[in-house]
């Protein structure tokens, strides 16, 4: 999975004065991204945004800040071969990165939901990725690719009763393809690194409504549920066409518009069929990134604000109903919003923007009557140091509140009332549900990442006839 929006810059600072303080390191978590997939920006022009209205003791923007990445975990620490290092090495040298990833999830259903027992998930992962300015000497360029194989059972569906959420992160839209062809888009960088373009390829949540921070739970990754249930959002590992122009305005802020074709989500399963996808509507999204960095620890914060409007036409969330019982709205396009924030709230291990304890909350909104989940609410922290002796491992809760739409829970309530099927997995009119997530992630070794996960789901299927459900499981991820 590529890295989050990152920002980057080399022009000297010259608004405000502060106590110095250690250069910041490279950060070295659990689960750290390779070299080529920064992306780092110039800014635009030499000030500060939002960050200036901050008072003095506060605003402790860096330059050297920026170029710290702030990434998704896609693989573990280091390599379980390390005397391929040469050979990468040597490659690198032509402008060619890879890396080979294994992710295995076990989630076991140990008290409520349907049934007890455990399902299996894993993926293999090959990314390699092309830098034109080595290569062929074209400036900025770079072909980015990535093909995986996804195999096994998913507990939701299996054990638990829910229909729409994936407690397992490793699971759907690929189906059991050999090879599923994710990404194949071009990046071009500009305006002296100030600006870039990519255009090909690729999931829409690769860059929109993502980060690092929801990403480490297998719930919300690679990104909250409300925006990647329905159709619209091309959610990874589904790859649609597209393009998205970003730029860092000033030090502090990012900006960045896509867009992007729109097809249902079960479409092209091998990721190849490029020809038979079928197309339905174009998705516009646009998404600002407020970066600071607080007090003497330069503590980063990321605050986003995003907008999507889908042209798609979709049907009326009420479903098939009596026309007697009820009247059918005009099918319509979907608009969603999101507000995303997290913010570290002390250092541990370091000084980049993985080393330290993050709070972390959101909000996100679909138009109602066509969309499946109208409103998610989530909150939680991630946190490094819980025992000082090992001070990269890293301990995350989560918990997430899904309200189904009311259009959708209308024409359910009329369908029960008249004696009609109300469709596959559904017990009742459904309403919310909420999920507690909580995990331990760790390195034993290099090239090795472990993570234990408990999960407690409320209301599993959004109604009341399942009270609840707990799982356990083991997220295992190891990099070639």
Partial sequence: MLSAPTSGGAVARVAKVHPAAPAPATAQAAISPPAPLKNELNPLFRGEAVSSLLPDRWDALRDSDMTDPYFIPAQASGHLIPQLQPFRSRLAQYGVAFNFTYKGEAMANINGGQQRGMDYVHELTLQVNFDLERMAGLKGWTIHTLVMERVGREVSRDR??????????????????????????????FLNNRADITFGRMSLTHVFATSPLICSFMVTCSAPVALKLDAGFAVYPKATWGARFRLRPTRDTMLQVGAYNVAPLASNPSGWAWGSEPSTGLMLPVEFTWQPFLGRDRLPGHYVLGFAHDTTRYADSLGAVPAALAEQKSSAPRDSVWIMTDQMIYRAGGHGQMDGGYLMAGYLHNTPHVSTIADEVYVGGSFPGFIPSRPKDRIGVLYSWYHVSDRLYDGQAIREQAGLPLGAMVLAPQTNSSVIEAYYGFAPMQGITLQPEFQYMIRPGETARIPDAALVGLKVIATL
């Fill in 160 to 189: 638990v009763g829910e229909p729409y959420i994936n407690l397992m992160e490793v699971y759907g839209l690929s189906g059991h393809s050999v090879a599923h062809l994710v990404d194949f888009y071009a990046e071009k960088k």
